[in-house]
């Protein structure tokens, strides 16, 4: 269950309406799809786990860590549907912010995301 009083989150959460929630996402420090090169990786540290994300192109990522590694699914390739507020409302431009719940295409949500890393690929960077 996702704790809505949880103190990593930056933004207070109590009486957003949409509107409010679209302004805030402006505001946050965290990872947009549109800034990742094929081969980055996103540590995602949650509440209860460490996920890493590789950016395959697009919306996919192979996934490892927390609950994929639990069920034996770790390096599994799926896409990321975006982040949301413990709600239904969904950013599908933000891979992971934290105070914000990540969303993996196979419908597994995360604890509140505490901290984001990018490490990106040495490749990607030589290029550029």
């Not at 390739?77 to 912010?97: F, M, Y």
Request: charged share 25%.
């Amino acid at each position: 269950m996702h704790d809505p009083d949880d103190t990593a989150c930056s933004i207070p959460l109590r009486g957003l309406t949409l509107d409010s929630l679209a302004e805030a996402i402006d505001r946050l420090e965290g990872v947009w799809k549109r800034n990742l090169r094929w081969g980055d990786r996103v540590v995602v540290v949650t509440r209860n786990s460490v996920y890493t994300l590789r950016a395959l192109g697009g919306d996919e990522f192979a996934v490892s860590g927390g609950w994929f590694d639990r069920t034996g699914a770790e390096d599994r390739v799926l896409r990321v549907n975006g982040c949301t507020w413990g709600g239904r409302a969904i950013n599908e431009d933000v891979v992971a912010a934290p105070g914000l719940f990540l969303e993996f295409g196979n419908g597994v949500q995360t604890t509140r995301i505490q901290k984001v890393e990018v490490w990106r690929d040495a490749e990607s960077t030589a290029t550029n």
